[in-house]
């Protein structure tokens, strides 16, 4: 899709400067680059953009969103670091355009236009190795708050494969705000599958096993480089773990899935390091009303050499900028990722065109920033109100993730421990409302009372069912489904830090 101009015709186009510009020899080549692949029949643009009737018809708001770079969607500065697949139009390609429109959209001759380029059809990325769609249509009612719904996709898979790269085609895509993909082996998500009697189920009442990546609108599906890919054993089944965000008008949701495998297992694991962790949920966003520039800062130091694949942020809609940067052990600065206009449709996974090789050592920070005053046109409310951290998309949420593997294969174990370590973070908030409460204080008398067998370790059966997924999720580094000493030792310290800094 992202075919350049060929190298002949950029360096003849000053000798026809001043001649007409015309439709078939000097547009096609643009809007069949950068247009065509999702502005035509069952894709994602609202209407074809490739004849030049289809073009000329829209000239003028073509004309305006390319100037102000609404289109083609793409949000990552590119004077960092290289990506591919970046969608964005050279400065002579957009006053091109406008001559042609000043020049009263001369058609030209057709035999002077590029063939139109072969575009896959239905699957951006060929016939995936697996289809599975959904069995039955869920509903999104016209209006009413958000909804977040998990939907069951039986796989039945004889063996174990690995996922190279995911394919997702919603049929309503209005009114998906995203899904996650996430592995359930227990069969726990089929047997509530339905029970209420619509499709799927609500709330979080599966323990994930795996995950095999997420659909943003706007995201491009891409093959991960080299040998990696992500593990899907037999046995598992998908869930869909989607959020709508009502559009006004009742929309069928009936998502297919496509998934492409790898031929063999990796060598090495892939590591995501997200900044804030989970999404920002221990980072005590809480922006006044009216402020203007509310800012969330994080940063995670690399234990082992890393190689980065790709880079993106999440967030809602009154996040402005995003910025990743990683400092390296000899001192030396690098973007990772830039966004200056942060558009909550459109949150891409960037890939670096080369992978990127953090030393041990690197220290990857994030600056989120928040526009939460009447200025902000993607306010959603007004006049402005009190925003803080949480999963209505009017709520906000804010975190950037890098995706790599470590260099060495025997160091994941080092930098998950590390990266599980940071994610006690969000023991912030999970710890201020035990204080509210003063259990901080009885925490001991708690643990001994939940400790039945008196072994010194939590085990999941002695678990409070309520907290049980948050606790072993953020706590149970060794994945053993039970806390130890040292685990439960790190709630406690959380707590204490908590409680002295607010007594301080
Ligand atoms: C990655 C897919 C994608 C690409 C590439 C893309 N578009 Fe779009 N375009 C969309 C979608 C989806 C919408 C509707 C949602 C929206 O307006 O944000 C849209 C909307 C539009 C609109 C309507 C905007 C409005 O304000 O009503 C225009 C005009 C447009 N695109 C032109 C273009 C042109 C010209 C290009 C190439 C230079 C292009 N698009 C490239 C997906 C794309």
């Not at 964005?88 to 406008?98: A, H, M, Q, S, T």
């Not at 869930?239 to 998502?255: A, D, Y």
């Amino acid at each position: 899709m992202n075919t350049r101009l060929p190298l002949v015709t950029i360096l003849t186009l000053p000798l026809f400067a001043n001649a007409e510009v015309t439709y078939h020899r000097d547009i096609a080549p643009i809007i069949y680059a950068n247009c065509t692949g999702c502005h035509r029949e069952g894709e994602s643009g609202p209407f074809p953009l490739s004849t030049f009737e289809e073009v000329s018809r829209k000239a003028k708001t073509v004309e305006r969103v390319i100037e102000d770079r609404y289109m083609p969607p793409w949000h990552a500065s590119i004077e960092h670091v290289p990506f591919h697949d970046i969608r964005r139009l050279e400065k002579e390609e957009i006053e091109r355009f406008g001559n042609w429109v000043t020049a009263g959209k001369p058609e030209g001759d057709p035999a002077d236009a590029p063939p139109i380029p072969d575009f896959p059809e239905g699957w951006q990325l060929g016939e995936p190795d697996l289809v599975v769609t959904m069995a039955k249509a869920y509903e999104v009612p016209a209006d009413g708050p958000d909804i977040y719904r998990n939907f069951v996709l039986p796989l039945d898979l004889p063996e174990d494969k690995w996922v190279k790269a995911v394919e997702l085609r919603p049929s309503a895509r209005s009114v998906l705000h995203h899904s996650l993909l996430f592995l359930d082996d227990s069969g726990t998500a089929r047997s509530l599958d339905g029970k209420d009697g619509k499709p799927g189920f609500s709330g979080m009442g599966f323990r994930k096993s795996g995950s095999i990546g997420t659909y943003v609108p706007g995201a491009t599906p891409r093959r991960l480089p080299g040998d990696l890919a992500r593990p899907l054993p037999k046995g598992s089944d998908i869930v869909l773990s989607t959020h709508f965000h009502p559009s006004g008008k009742i929309e069928e949701e009936q998502t297919t899935l496509g998934i492409y495998f790898a031929d063999s297992p990796p060598g090495r694991k892939l590591e995501e390091l997200q900044v804030p962790p989970a999404f920002g949920r221990g980072a005590g966003i809480d922006i006044p009303a009216g402020e203007s520039n509310y800012i969330v800062e994080d940063s995670f130091k690399i234990p082992v050499d890393y190689e980065a694949i790709s880079v993106g942020g999440h967030a809602h809609y009154i996040c402005e900028t995003m910025l990743m940067t990683a400092t390296l052990p000899d001192g030396g600065e690098k973007v990772l990722l830039e966004i200056t206009d942060w558009d909550l449709d459109w949150q891409d996974t960037y890939y670096f065109a080369e992978p990127l090789i953090l030393p041990a050592g690197t220290v990857i920070k994030s600056v989120i920033t928040y526009d939460n005053s009447a200025n902000n046109p993607d306010n959603p409310n007004t006049p402005p109100q009190r925003i803080k951290w949480g999963r209505e998309s009017t709520d906000e949420m804010g975190s950037m993730t890098l995706i790599g593997v470590p260099v060495e294969a025997g160091d994941s174990r080092m930098l998950s421990r590390a990266a599980k370590l940071d994610q006690a973070k969000i023991l912030a908030e999970v710890g201020k409302e035990l204080i509210n409460s003063r259990t901080a204080e009885k925490l001991p008398q708690i643990i001994k009372a939940l400790d039945r067998d008196g072994d010194g370790n939590l085990h999941e059966t002695e678990l409070p069912p309520r907290m049980k997924s948050i606790l072993l999720e953020k706590l149970d580094i060794d994945r053993d489904n039970s806390l130890n000493p040292s685990e439960i030792q790190t709630l406690k310290d959380w707590l204490e830090n908590r409680k002295a800094k607010k007594e301080a």
